[in-house]
């Protein structure tokens, strides 16, 4: 049995967490199954599995093993077929990453069709609005949200999120609508940072020169979208936030827009990836697919 073969014994057994049925699924005898195990620990000079009479689980060796066991099998399955056109027999997993946001909204939603064109992948989807570490969490490509801060990875721009400014009904019939920005003095804002502890940038608008910023006050500061979206529906005050998360809520007059001639910078969307000399097919695939489905709808004002 080859290396591979034996990588592929060892997924097998740590999916199922058996032997046997491991052996019962590749179609060979648990004896070499269970070789083949024993051989790739030697070899590693660790411990993969924890064995007892009634289960088989991964060590923490195992774990982190996997992963990269996994990711191995895929590429080995991306190079066997690099030169097949047919994009129906795209197999492996992918690892992608995104806002909750977008999760929810669009991408998840729509995933029943693209797993229907490729029955052969399974996804493993990062729902967050904290910024991973591509590499180091062993993602396949991100699709991110605002500037770009790291030039180690391959971007691919695929439109950018036009800002509203929009508060409840509940609170601009309490505290008023504005009319300009001066008016801001006295409403409050939910403040969005990325990591709690950090100081929000205030009320960002465009003054017909460049981007500027105002200071403003409010009680409460979030660092999800999630809960900046639910901060403003309960009436907490204004959001800067961008139009296509909030166009259902807009439209249903659970939100409504202030200040349109007042707005932010758009926030760029782009699909990162690792640099490698042959991107899978499955990760191309992929990446087609979110930006056919995002990119009408960024480029949308409405």
Avoid at 28 to 33: I, N
Avoid at 224 to 253: M, N, T, W
Wanted: net charge neutral; aromatic share 6%.
């Amino acid at each position: 049995m080859d290396r591979l073969d034996q990588l592929r014994s060892f997924l097998r057994v740590a999916e199922l967490g058996s032997f046997t049925a491991a052996a019962e699924q590749l179609g060979l005898p648990k004896a070499s199954v269970s070789l083949a195990v024993q051989r790739l620990e030697a070899e590693l000079g660790v411990q993969l599995l924890h064995r007892t009479t009634r289960r088989v689980r991964l060590s923490a060796d195992g774990a982190q093993f996997q992963q990269r066991a996994r990711d191995l099998l895929d590429d080995m399955e991306d190079l066997q077929g690099m030169f097949r056109r047919d994009t129906g027999q795209l197999k492996g997993r992918l690892r992608v990453d995104m806002s909750s946001g977008l999760a929810r909204q669009w991408v998840i939603p729509h995933l029943p069709g693209f797993l229907d064109r490729h029955p052969g992948l399974e996804i493993e989807l990062s729902g967050t609005d904290r910024r991973v570490d591509l590499v180091r969490e062993g993602f396949d490509c991100v699709l991110r949200v605002g500037p770009l801060d790291d030039n180690t990875l391959v971007a691919r721009p695929i439109g950018a999120m036009h800002i509203v400014n929009c508060a409840s009904p509940g609170y601009l019939a309490a505290h008023g609508v504005p009319r300009s920005v001066d008016d801001l003095a006295t409403h409050a804002l939910v403040h969005y940072v990325g990591t709690l502890g950090q100081r929000s940038p205030g009320f960002e608008y465009h003054d017909g020169q460049g981007y500027r910023s105002v200071p403003m006050r409010g009680a409460v500061t979030v660092n999800s979208g999630e809960a900046y979206s639910a901060a403003a529906l309960a009436g907490l005050g204004i959001i800067q936030v961008p139009r296509l998360g909030a166009r259902q809520a807009l439209a249903a007059g659970q939100l409504v827009e202030v200040l349109p001639d007042c707005v932010a910078e758009p926030m760029p969307v782009t699909l990162l990836y690792t640099q490698r000399r042959h991107l899978p097919r499955r990760v191309a695939a992929f990446m087609d697919w979110v930006a056919e489905l995002l990119g009408p709808e960024l480029a949308r004002r409405d």
